[in-house]
């Protein structure tokens, strides 16, 4: 079946730092894939997304591209600041539900 | 329009005893989605609504479970003699059929502690 498959955390940077979180990705037909962000206490927002081949997402500097050949769709920021502190989710999806991978904390000292 | 909306934000209950959360989409969706997060892991999926019909039902919805959607509005999400187990955030989503996982907007979640 369908599956996700992230790095497990936590990941600890220095502020301005940059940022690469690994997801790869088990899926029959051609999904769309999305980073999703949970703040502490808080539901989930979505990040970015991509739904096709060589697709790049972005959105607040975060940056992902959706790799077939090596199904993975990485997370990356070139400086990360505090405030990025938070849980990080890749998904996958069909036609209507979310796969989800288990998340990986990504914490920014200051 | 003030999103999707999830009552109460939190839920402490003892065990045995029944709870029932309610989901509120945005207005216009005609889809309704239920999923659980347990700690550490990511959110999987419970169930799905078009309009007033459940489609979908994961193998995670035990007997305890039962989620309804009368009128195609709101949606309620109960459980039965709750477990230890059944602590979790419970997350709803709403879209549009046609749009897919792509048009989800997620609620905040009921986050419910079985002691």
């Known amino acids: 079946g369908n599956s996700v498959t992230q790095m497990e955390g936590p990941v600890t940077l220095s502020e301005e730092a940059f940022l690469t979180i690994n997801c790869t990705y088990t899926?029959?037909?051609?999904?769309?894939l999305f980073w999703y962000v949970q703040y502490p206490g808080e539901g989930l927002q979505l990040l970015l997304k991509?739904?096709?081949?060589?697709d790049k997402g972005s959105n607040k500097g975060f940056e992902a591209t959706y790799r077939k050949e090596t199904t993975s769709f990485h997370l990356e920021k070139g400086s990360v600041q505090v405030s990025d502190s938070a849980v990080y989710f890749c998904a996958l999806a069909g036609t209507y539900k979310y796969i989800f991978g288990t998340g990986t904390r990504l914490k920014v000292l200051a | 329009d003030t999103g999707v909306s999830q009552n109460p934000r939190h839920k402490i209950t003892k065990r045995g005893q029944n709870v029932t959360f309610r989901c509120d989409p945005i207005?216009?969706?005609?889809?309704l989605y239920w999923y659980r997060q347990t700690l550490g892991q990511g959110p999987e999926f419970l169930t799905y609504?078009?309009?007033?019909?459940?489609?979908?039902k994961s193998r995670l919805l035990s007997d305890r479970f039962s989620a309804e959607r009368p009128k195609g509005s709101f949606s309620t999400l109960e459980i039965q003699r709750t477990e230890q187990g059944d602590s979790a955030m419970y997350l709803c989503?709403?879209?549009?059929?046609?749009?897919?996982?792509?048009?989800?907007?997620f609620g905040s979640g009921t986050r419910l502690t079985v002691v």
């Open positions: 989503a709403s879209s549009l059929a046609g749009q897919g996982a792509i048009g989800y907007t």
């Open positions: 899926a029959t037909g051609y999904p769309s």
């Open positions: 207005s216009e969706h005609n889809r």
């Open positions: 609504f078009q309009n007033e019909a459940q489609l979908e």
């Open positions: 991509a739904t096709k081949a060589d």
